[in-house]
């Protein structure tokens, strides 16, 4: 069968790393080859790429940041996603250029629509079979991060304002591409996530 691109999408502490291994487990016993990747860190240069963008200290302004997550999508598609696609492998990620256009669009107030073609660009028009958006309010998230006692990194630590501005651009483009959306509710127990998903992605196999 020919390779398909399975993003995970959501706020931080939404359940994406979660939800992503529980579905490649299931595709893994299906008899599926499954490659799991995820942005930025899909690669060893996303890896330095990540801890520049996330935890390095100093301001890094919003249109260096939107560039550097694009120089990450560039190189994990080219070097990862799309090999294992022409392998017929399944490829899930944690973020992609949804991510771009709610957290360095909306979130920093620049043109989403300026960051998705960039996005567009840097992944040569690549878009998944589907994107799973795990839906979840802020103040749940929040919780969730508080509970796991964890360092914030530099997207996690903005205020609620930010974090209200990436939720609503997660919602519309999921409103605005319903084909390739599926638009869970976060705050639904583990299992009850992963048989949905299950089940939207048994329609693609």
Known sequence: MAGLFITLEGGDGSGKSTQSALLAQWLVSEGHTV???REP???DLGLELREIILHSRGHIVPR???LLYAA???HNVATVV???MDRGEIVIQDRYLDSSVAYQGAGRVLDGSEVRDLSLWAAEGLLPDLTVLLDLGVAESRARLDADEKVFD???SEKAEFHDRVRTSFLALAAAEPDRFLVLDAARAIDELAEAIRVRVATLL
Do not use: K, M, W
Request: charged share 35%; aromatic share 0%.
């Open 35 to 37: 490659v799991h990747s």
């Open 41 to 43: 860190g899909g690669t």
């Open 64 to 66: 260096a940041e939107a």
């Open 72 to 74: 990450d999508r560039a």
């Open 82 to 84: 799309r090999p294992a």
């Open 154 to 156: 530099r997207l996690e």
